[in-house]
C-alpha cells in the first residue's frame, strides 16, 4: 500500500474538528494577515508616494518604478513584522486550536484556513490603503512638469543670451503681495543670481507697467 493511499485511509477515518476549532483556526489564520495587509499596502503607499515625489523628479523615473521601490521596502518590512503580529495574536489568546497532522490535512480544515488567511489580508489591504484619504495622488505628476518647466525654460534663456549676444538674459515673473507688485527673476543666466526688481522703476519696470 502507497504512502498516499495510507494518509487517504487515514483521513478517511480521522475525526473531523469541530465547529468551534475550525472558527477558531479561522480567526487565528486571519488575524496575522490583517496586520500583514495592513503593514504591507501602508508601508508601499506611503513609501511609493514619498519617492515618486523626491527620487522619481530627481532622476525622472517612472510612477511604477516609485510603486515598485515601494513594494519592496513593504515586503522587506513584512518579513520581520510578520512574527511580531502572530505574537501579538498569541499573547491576546487567540491561537490555532489544537489538531493532529491528520485533522490537519482534511480538505475542511485547510479550507477553513485558507478562507481566513485570505479575508485577513483583503481586510488588511483595505485597512491599509488609510493613506490615500490625506494623500495628495497628483503631487509626483506635478513635480515632475514643474522640473521639465524648468529645464525648458532654462534652455530658452541660454538660447535667447546666444542668439542675442547678450551678457546677461532673465526670465521675469510678475508677484503681486497684497498689491505690491514685483518682478522677480524665476530663470536667469549663470552671469546672473536670482534679484527682484520693483514695477515702474528702469525700463524693465516700465515695460512690465
Not at 16 to 29: D, G, K, V, Y
Amino acid at each position: 500500500m502507497g504512502e498516499a493511499e495510507a494518509l487517504l485511509n487515514q483521513q478517511e477515518v480521522t475525526q473531523p474538528p469541530t465547529s468551534a476549532q475550525l472558527n477558531m483556526l479561522f480567526i487565528a489564520s486571519a488575524l496575522p494577515f490583517v496586520g500583514f495587509g495592513f503593514l504591507d499596502n501602508f508601508l508601499m503607499i506611503v513609501c511609493g508616494e514619498l519617492i515618486d515625489s523626491s527620487l522619481c523628479v530627481m532622476f525622472s523615473l517612472s510612477t511604477m518604478a516609485a510603486a515598485a521601490i515601494g513594494n519592496t521596502i513593504s515586503d522587506v518590512a513584512g518579513i520581520f513584522s510578520g512574527g511580531v503580529v502572530e505574537d501579538l495574536a498569541r499573547r491576546a489568546g487567540v491561537e490555532e486550536p489544537p489538531l493532529d497532522r491528520a485533522q490537519e490535512l482534511l480538505w475542511v480544515t485547510k479550507m477553513r484556513k485558507y478562507a481566513g488567511q485570505s479575508l485577513g489580508i483583503i481586510l488588511g489591504c483595505i485597512l491599509g490603503c488609510c493613506p490615500l484619504l490625506w494623500m495628495d495622488p497628483y503631487q509626483g505628476e506635478r513635480l515632475k512638469r514643474e522640473k521639465e518647466r524648468n529645464e525648458m525654460f532654462q534652455t530658452v534663456i541660454l538660447k535667447v543670451q546666444k542668439i542675442l549676444d547678450a551678457e546677461a538674459v532673465a526670465l521675469m515673473s510678475l508677484v503681486d503681495e497684497e498689491h505690491g507688485q514685483q518682478l522677480r527673476s524665476t530663470h536667469v543666466s549663470p552671469e546672473l543670481r536670482p534679484f527682484v526688481w520693483q514695477v515702474g522703476v528702469g525700463f524693465i519696470g516700465h515695460v512690465a507697467e
